[in-house]
C-alpha cells in the first residue's frame, strides 16, 4: 500500500497496547476488510435466515455473492497493482494532490469495462431480470470497494474505516432480512447491496474529506499500464491463480447446478473459505512489520547508495534488512504455524460448529495447510516487490496458476479423497520456487541495485 506505512509507524510511536492493536486492526481491513466482512455477513445470514427462506434461494444467493467476489478480484486485479505503484511514485514526490483524480480515472475505467462484464457474465443464467439487475449493482459496488481500497492507504482517518466496514455489514444484514418478507430473494440481495454501497460511499466521503478535488480524468495514469504491463497481469493472474481451483470445481462432475447456469460445489467450497479466515490474522501481522521495522533499513540501505555512503555502510544496513527479514518471516511462520496446528487439531469440533460434513474434515485440513503457504507465497511476493522484481513475481504468478490448474484437473479426476492436494501442492511449488529468488535477490542485492541504473 502506497502510504500506509507511515499511518502504521505513527501509531506504533503510541507505545501503548491500544495503540499496538489499532495498528493490526487497520492493516488487517486494509489487507482483508471487504472478503473478511463479506465472509462474516455470509455467516450471520446462513445462521440466521427466515423459516420460509427457501434451500433453493440460500443456495443462489450464497453463490451469487462467492461469484461476485472471485470475478471482481479477477477484474479489478489489472488495475490494482498499476494504480498503487501511479500513486506511490506521485506520493515519493509529494503530489499527494493527483489522489482523487487518479482516483475518477480509474473508477471510470472500472465502472465501464464491469458495467459489460457483470451484464455479459449474468445474463445466461436463468434468474429474475430484477435479480440479475441488483446482482450487477452489487458487482460494480464491490469492484468499487475493491478499488477505493487502494487509496485508503491516503487516509489518515483510520477509524472511520473501520466503522464503515462495521456499519455497512451489519446494514447489510439488516436490510436483507428487512426486505425478505416484502420482495424475496430479490429483496435480500437488495439489502445486502445497500450495506456494501454504504461502505463504497463512506469511503469514498472520507476520500473527498481529505483531498481536494482537481481533474476527472489523468491521462498521465494510463501511461503506467505500459511502462508496468508486468504489474497489470501480476494482479490479474495472481488473482486468478487463488480462484482458479474454484472455479474448476464448478464445472466437475459431481458439482451442483443451483439454477441454469449458476453452479456451486458444496463439498470443496466450504472448507477452503473457512480455512482463508485463518490467514488474516498473519497477513495483518506482516503488514505491520514489513511497513515498519524491516521499511526502516530498507529505506535507509537506499538513501545510503542514494547519498554515496561507504561500502561497508550500505552493506551494514543490508544486513539489518537481512535480519529484520528473518525475524519477520519467524514471527509469522510461529504464529500462523500455531494458528494451522490448532485448527486442523479441532477441525472435527469446527466442522460441528459451522456445519460442514464429517466427510469434509480431511479436506479441511489440507485447505489449513494450503493456507499457510499461500500467506508464505504472498509474503515472498510482496518481499518481491521491494525490491522491484517485477518479471520474477510474474514468474512466480504464472508458476502459481498453472500448477494449480494442472495439479487441481488430476485432483478432479482422481476423486474426492484427493481434494485440495491440488491447491495445497500448487502453493508449495510455487512457494519453494519465490522463496528461491527472494534469497538470489537478496544475496545479489547490490549487483541488482547498481546493474539496473541507467548509464550517465
Request: proline residues 2%.
Given at each position: 500500500m502506497a502510504g500506509i506505512g507511515f499511518e502504521l509507524r505513527k501509531m506504533l510511536r503510541g507505545d501503548s497496547y491500544l495503540a499496538e492493536m489499532s495498528a493490526y486492526l487497520y492493516a488487517a481491513m486494509v489487507s482483508s476488510g471487504p472478503w473478511l466482512m463479506s465472509v462474516l455477513c455470509l455467516a450471520v445470514l446462513g445462521l440466521y435466515s427466515y423459516s420460509g427462506f427457501s434451500q433453493e434461494d440460500q443456495d443462489i444467493f450464497r453463490t451469487t455473492i462467492v461469484y461476485v467476489y472471485a470475478f471482481t478480484l479477477i477484474y479489478v486485479g489489472y488495475i490494482q497493482l498499476v494504480v498503487t505503484r501511479y500513486l506511490a511514485d506521485k506520493f515519493y514526490?509529494?503530489?499527494?494532490?493527483?489522489?482523487?483524480?487518479a482516483f475518477y480515472t480509474s473508477a471510470v475505467i472500472v465502472l465501464i469495462a464491469g458495467a459489460v462484464i457483470g451484464v455479459g457474465g449474468i445474463w445466461f443464467f436463468e434468474l429474475t431480470f430484477t435479480y440479475k439487475i441488483i446482482a450487477v449493482v452489487l458487482f460494480l459496488i464491490v469492484a468499487m470497494i475493491w478499488l477505493a481500497m487502494i487509496f485508503l492507504s491516503a487516509v489518515k482517518d483510520f477509524r472511520s474505516i473501520v466503522q464503515a466496514f462495521a456499519i455497512g455489514t451489519s446494514t447489510s444484514v439488516g436490510g436483507a432480512f428487512l426486505l425478505y418478507p416484502m420482495m424475496?430473494?430479490?429483496?435480500?440481495?437488495?439489502?445486502?447491496?445497500?450495506?456494501?454501497?454504504?461502505?463504497?460511499?463512506?469511503?469514498?466521503?472520507?476520500?473527498l474529506a481529505e483531498f481536494p478535488t482537481g481533474k476527472v480524468w489523468d491521462s498521465s495514469m494510463l501511461t503506467y499500464f505500459l511502462k508496468y504491463w508486468e504489474l497489470a497481469l501480476i494482479g490479474m493472474f495472481f488473482n486468478l491463480a487463488i480462484w482458479v481451483d474454484k472455479i474448476m470445481f464448478w464445472f466437475a462432475p459431481d458439482s451442483r447446478m443451483?439454477?441454469?447456469?449458476?453452479?456451486?460445489?458444496?463439498?470443496?467450497?466450504?472448507?477452503?473459505?473457512?480455512?482463508?479466515?485463518?490467514?488474516?490474522?498473519?497477513?495483518?501481522?506482516?503488514?505491520?512489520?514489513?511497513?515498519?521495522?524491516?521499511?526502516?533499513?530498507?529505506?535507509?540501505?537506499?538513501?545510503?547508495?542514494?547519498?554515496?555512503?561507504?561500502?561497508?555502510?550500505?552493506?551494514?544496513?543490508?544486513?539489518?534488512?537481512?535480519?529484520?527479514?528473518?525475524?519477520?518471516?519467524?514471527?509469522?511462520l510461529i504464529v500462523q504455524g500455531t494458528v494451522t496446528l490448532l485448527c486442523m487439531f479441532m477441525a472435527s469440533d469446527f466442522i460441528d460448529i459451522v456445519g460442514l460434513s464429517p466427510l469434509q474434515r480431511p479436506l479441511l485440513q489440507i485447505a489449513l495447510v494450503g493456507s499457510l503457504m499461500q500467506v508464505m507465497l504472498s509474503v515472498a511476493v510482496i518481499i518481491l516487490f521491494y525490491f522491484d522484481l517485477r518479471k520474477e513475481v510474474l514468474?512466480?504468478?504464472?508458476?502459481?496458476?498453472?500448477?494449480?490448474?494442472?495439479?487441481?484437473?488430476?485432483?478432479?479426476?482422481?476423486?474426492?479423497?484427493?481434494y485440495g492436494y491440488?491447491?495445497?501442492?500448487?502453493?508449495?511449488?510455487?512457494?519453494?520456487?519465490?522463496?528461491?529468488?527472494?534469497?538470489?535477490?537478496?544475496?545479489?542485492?547490490e549487483y541488482l541495485t547498481f546493474s539496473s541504473q541507467p548509464l550517465m
Open positions: 514526490t509529494g503530489d499527494e494532490k493527483i489522489t482523487l483524480t424475496g430473494l430479490e429483496g435480500y440481495l437488495l439489502g445486502y447491496t445497500a450495506g456494501q454501497a454504504l461502505i463504497f460511499f463512506w469511503l469514498l466521503a472520507r476520500l443451483v439454477v441454469p447456469y449458476l453452479r456451486t460445489h458444496n463439498m470443496y467450497e466450504g472448507p477452503i473459505f473457512f480455512a482463508y479466515l485463518t490467514i488474516v490474522p498473519t497477513l495483518a501481522i506482516f503488514l505491520v512489520k514489513i511497513e515498519t521495522r524491516f521499511y526502516e533499513h530498507y529505506h535507509d540501505y537506499f538513501a545510503k547508495i542514494i547519498s554515496k555512503k561507504e561500502l561497508s555502510s550500505i552493506l551494514q544496513e543490508k544486513q539489518g534488512m537481512i535480519r529484520m527479514l528473518r525475524e519477520s518471516l519467524r514471527e509469522i514468474a512466480v504468478t504464472l508458476v502459481f496458476l498453472f500448477s494449480n490448474m494442472g495439479l487441481t484437473y488430476l485432483t478432479m479426476h482422481l476423486g474426492f479423497t484427493f491440488g491447491y495445497c501442492y500448487s502453493c508449495l511449488i510455487s512457494l519453494m520456487f519465490a522463496y528461491y529468488l527472494v534469497s538470489k535477490s537478496v544475496k545479489d542485492l
